[in-house]
């Protein structure tokens, strides 16, 4: 049935939320996987009323489902295939907010961590004041860099070929030198298995008791229901 039809479709995409092999780059897709249930969930004239529920639920819940986190957001954003999918729905302003923001962060956490090794191995050089400190975090020359770095990154229109995010940042590291040592920080990073952990345990207590007669499409079927089950059926 259609409904059927449905529900394997968006199986599919729930299946591949779940891939073992899951790291920050392939996180970029959320919003693509996003857009695409949400086409697949649009309501239209020939629907029957299960169809409807179906998909209005489906709708209802997305976001939750496939949450785009701070930091998929900004890697996005760093990626050039992905900076300008209109999905995105971020304005240029917005594009410069989220990276100025994300790249204020990120230079504080190197400080942070600069001070921190300096104090391990002191030296009989006078520390700085709290004056000096502040006066340094918010040098109005270091922040008027980075927020042109920012800026010009945004309009920046790559070439199809710059379209890789590790080739365009080879090349182009030493153009944005601080969103360069962001984009390596975030392009980089695996994402936590937490949820990857959480699956195996799932499907060890399902397969302990069905191990002989479970088939994989079934599993996963298991698994579809187990993942999204309180989302729509709230206890």
Known sequence: TPVIQAVKKIGRFDLL?????????????????????????????????????LKGLVMKNVQKRLV???????????????????????????????????????CDQLKNAEEGAQVKHATTKEPLSKRQKLLKKYSSSNRSYQSKE????????????????????AKHATIYPNLGR?????????????????????????LNSRRASLSPQRANDILL???????????
């Open 225 to 235: 229901v187990h993942d999204n089950f309180k989302l729509y059926f709230p206890v």
């Open 150 to 169: 920012v800026e010009r990154f945004v309009h920046y229109q790559q070439m199809e070929e710059e379209e890789d995010p590790f080739k365009f940042w």
């Open 182 to 206: 962001l984009a390596r920080r975030l392009l980089t990073q695996s994402a936590a298995s937490v949820p990857v952990e959480a699956m195996f345990s799932t499907m060890g207590l399902v």
């Open 17 to 53: 939320l779940r891939a073992e092999e899951w790291d920050i780059v392939d996180e970029l897709c959320t919003s693509l996987v996003q857009a695409n249930v949400e086409d697949i969930c649009e309501i239209k004239p020939e629907d029957g009323d299960e169809m409807k529920t």
């Open 68 to 106: 785009l986190t701070e930091d998929v957001v900004v890697a996005s954003l760093l990626d050039p295939s992905t900076k300008n999918l209109y999905i995105l729905g971020l304005s240029s302003e917005e594009k410069i907010e989220n990276l100025s923001n994300a790249l204020q962060t990120h």
